[in-house]
């Protein structure tokens, strides 16, 4: 099992600028979760997905969008990149919404200038 | 408002020694508390958690505590080893009608010197 894979590792961006940060899992979790990590802020939740077709907004949603066609596939969608958004994103799952532990990919390293 | 607190930045402890990592939480309504291990350039990877119900759960080296009454929870790791060097995330997760979320404390950066 390749467990969660995001790609790209690294992404630059300009002001107003879209791009989509993708995220996939091959343990056929019901549950996945976009997570950005600000310095001093700890991992806040941006949206989430209780399995496919399901999506809801966490506690950071504004400026992205999700969609879960599949099971394993649950991409984070920048409309319009803002400096504010330069952060690191994590994509996370689990067997179950109610699962306790969620199994975080490698990180997506976004800087907009 | 920051309902998960972890108030140290970064700790520093001898090889051998016991490591205490600390938390504290304001919400009341956390069914679960997790504590998270995080390396450079990787994502966060599970290490331990405790039900509300519970007051201590261990596992090898690494035992949680959980005080209700004071809303603070503690990560020991004994004897803390070169490898546990790393950032060390509290969170802690709340139940709403089938929706479960996780919030996380800043994290602590555990440095062990050898």
């Known amino acids: 099992n390749a467990g969660v894979t995001q790609t790209p590792k690294f992404q630059v961006l300009k002001t107003g600028q879209s791009m989509t940060l993708q995220c996939a899992q091959d343990m056929n979790h019901e549950y996945m979760s976009w997570y950005r990590q600000d310095p001093g802020m700890g991992l806040r939740l941006i949206h989430y997905s209780v399995g496919a077709g399901i999506t809801d907004q966490g506690e950071v949603p504004n400026g992205y969008n999700v969609s879960r066609s599949t099971t394993e596939d649950f991409p984070l969608r920048l409309l319009s990149a803002a400096p504010s958004q330069t952060s690191v994103y994590f994509c996370?799952?689990?067997?179950?919404?109610?699962?306790?532990?969620?199994?975080f990919g490698p990180g997506t390293r976004l800087t907009v200038t | 408002d920051q309902q998960v607190k972890q108030n140290s930045p970064s700790l520093s402890v001898q090889e051998g020694r016991i490591s205490i990592l600390n938390c504290d939480y304001t919400n009341s309504m956390f069914d679960y508390f997790l504590w998270y291990k995080k390396y450079p350039a990787e994502g966060p990877t599970f290490l331990i958690s405790?039900?509300?119900?519970?007051d201590k759960n261990e596992d090898g080296r690494f035992t949680v505590f959980l005080n209700k009454s004071a809303k603070h929870l503690s990560l020991h790791i004994v004897p803390s080893q070169p490898g546990d060097s790393a950032v060390y995330f509290c969170?802690?997760?709340?139940?709403?009608?089938?929706?479960?979320?996780?919030?996380f404390g800043t994290g602590t950066r555990l440095t062990i010197i050898p």
């Open positions: 969170a802690a997760r709340t139940t709403n009608f089938g929706n479960e979320k996780l919030t």
């Open positions: 405790i039900s509300s119900i519970k």
């Open positions: 996370a799952s689990s067997l179950t919404a109610g699962g306790v532990e969620q199994y």
